[in-house]
């Protein structure tokens, strides 16, 4: 999926790496050797290496600290906790490499993450589903989704938690104020808001032309004209070039950006650019994920108040009638490691895990982090934030297109690195080779 913290310096990673390992080799010294029903849970003790997305600063790292803290008083059992890096994925395989592997991975299904079952990094988790009671409360299409090639009879990658709606964010004030008196439904009610807006001073559509940002929103518009099943296997085993839909969609990428539908410079670029200039209202729109439902509140700009949120606009002749947004269920979620799933660790894994899935749990982090939940019931009393009450009723304005993360798999970075070209001055032609190469390898 997408990516939700800045992006480390090598450098730093390079250290936090260091970090991971000798604190992992700190850890389970004195763990006794004991398999799943050694003790009853109230007197397990023990511990669990634990290696988390949700790190400090996060909207959902408290709801995650309770859980820990709860399960520990709960169980006796002990969280060893590592931040996860925007690296994390490497974090973990050097780790497992140098033999101190942590037990539990909360992470996104995401580039290299989705071939560490391949790998041998982590496990299948079908029949833990079934085992720990989790079956009958699992979305079936949340479940489906963390499958080895997102298809139902695909081995199980591991539990998913945080699911997400991802629609493009329209600051209404300054709309309105740019005499832009609707949101933009097409290609050429936007450009025409976007000239508008830059006449007032304004920047249109605000996105991290250098990051993960940028590659997903690039991805929402290249697949205007093509439908779901032809652009998973074109995400998947190349051919954007020789695929004509695609490469109009390509085309159309292009024409948006020399139409200035985009912010200067755009190319270079972040995340956290993105969203800074959004809050400040330097930009009227962007593209961002519910994730950021809770912190642009946090901004303390009152963004919040004045914010429509909505689908990005189609060009004419689209395979889409509506604007497309993406949701999904390819956020955070848990991977058990080849040692978490050890007789020494497995049922402590099973105690922590099974807890996230209780219901006031998962009513915590729709309200503290507004993630769409992956497990049945009724969490409508939890979404307190109006942002995440607007997103649940965007079925009916919008069509959602297919997220690339679990299709493009580990040619993620490759990709992005010839988007950022994309934002820049590339020709469809030079878009679509690099993207062949980058899919190809």
Known sequence: MHRTTPRAVRGV???AVGALVLSLASCGSDEPAAGPAAA???????????????????SAAAAQKGVFDAFTADTGIKINVIEGLETIDDQVETAVAAGKSPDLVIVNLFDKTVGWLDAGVTVPVDQYVKDWGLADKMKPEALDEWRVGGVASGELQGLPFSGFSWPLWYNTDLLTKAGVTEVPKTTDELIAAAKKLREAGVGPVTVGGNDWTGQKLFYQIAQSFTDAASMQKV???GGYCSTPSVLNGIKLFTELRDAKV??????????????????????AIMSAGSWAYTESKASGTGIE????????????????TKPTAFQGFTGVGFMITKQGASPEKIDKIRQLVTKFYDQPTVGNFVKDASILPPVTGDFASFATDPLLKASLGLDANVDYAVLPDVWIGAASDPITQVLTGAYGEATPQEICEGLDTATKG
């Open 13 to 15: 990673a390079a250290f």
């Open 40 to 58: 009853p849970a109230a007197t397990g003790g023990g511990s669990i290496d634990v290696v988390t997305r949700w790190t400090s600063g996060n």
């Open 235 to 237: 995400m998947q085993g």
């Open 262 to 283: 985009f912010v200067d410079n755009v190319a270079g670029l972040t995340a956290d650019d993105m969203y800074a200039s959004f809050y400040s209202g330097k930009a």
């Open 305 to 320: 108040q004045h914010t429509s949120l909505g689908g990005f606009p189609v060009p004419s002749g689209a395979a889409y």
